[in-house]
T-cell receptor, first 111, second 112 residues
Framework: SQQGEEDPQALSIQEGENATMNCSYK?????LQWYRQNSGRGLVHLIL?????REKHSGRLRVTLDTSKKSSSLLITASRAADTASYFC???????????FGTGTSLTVIP | NAGVMQNPRHLVRRRGQEARLRCSPM?????VYWYRQLPEEGLKFMVY????????ESGMPKERFSAEFPKEGPSILRIQQVVRGDSAAYFC??????????FGQGTRLTVV
């Protein structure tokens, strides 16, 4: 299965701290995306990184991609209570085909 | 530009009934994906459609499930003769073409 795996499964930090979560996948990809899902809600697209990129920033988010290790990391700096959510990585292998989702990291930011 | 619209948000069906889930993609998007999410789990791909075509249905159960995306109107995910195990959140995503997909709020199906 191409499905990614996020690590850790759950993470609890204090407000203001940085949160790092990782995603590993199995086969070569075109793109990797990170999504956030608040409890009981839909997914919100956070950031996309292409296979030829190594790092991308968006506000307090920093994403890295290491294609040799088939892994990506999402760093959220200066976390806020509102960042409490589940975070998923998704990869696409063939253009136009399905996105493969990991099982998610549940982040809790304690005020 | 409205986001991806799914309805209903919540659907309760008795065992054996049919469930119809609707997804209206974002304007200009011709690619639709359906995913299922069980409690405390990630999203599992079900089907990928373009207008009037099923491109990839490798994640669809062989029986009782079907999907369509007609030339006009929303995409429909249809589950016939629902069973308790069909209870889940069903998410639709649309895309103008990879790589980005935008998700709806989901339909939570409960089979009683």
């Amino acid at each position: 299965s191409q499905q990614g795996e996020e690590d850790p499964q759950a993470l609890s930090i204090q407000e203001g701290e940085n949160a790092t979560m990782n995603c590993s996948y199995k086969t070569s990809i075109n793109n990797l995306q990170w999504y956030r899902q608040n409890s009981g809600r839909g997914l919100v697209h956070l950031i996309l990184i292409r296979s030829n990129e190594r790092e991308k920033h968006s506000g307090r988010l920093r994403v890295t991609l290491d294609t040799s290790k088939k892994s990506s990391s999402l760093l959220i700096t200066a976390s806020r209570a509102a960042d409490t959510a589940s975070y998923f990585c998704a990869t696409d292998v063939n253009t136009g085909n399905q996105f493969y989702f990991g099982t998610g990291t549940s982040l809790t930011v304690i005020p | 530009n409205a986001g991806v619209m799914q309805n209903p948000r919540h659907l309760v069906r008795r065992r054996g009934q049919e469930a119809r889930l609707r997804c209206s993609p974002m304007k200009g998007h011709s690619h639709v994906y359906w995913y299922r999410q069980l409690p405390e789990e990630g999203l599992k791909f079900m089907v990928y459609l373009q207008k009037e075509n099923i491109i990839d249905e490798s994640g669809m159960p062989k029986e009782r499930f079907s999907a369509e995306f007609p030339k006009e109107g929303p995409s429909i995910l249809r589950i016939q003769q629902v069973v308790r195990g069909d209870s889940a959140a069903y998410f639709c995503a649309s895309s103008p073409g990879v790589p980005e997909a935008f998700f709806g709020q989901g339909t939570r199906l409960t089979v009683v």
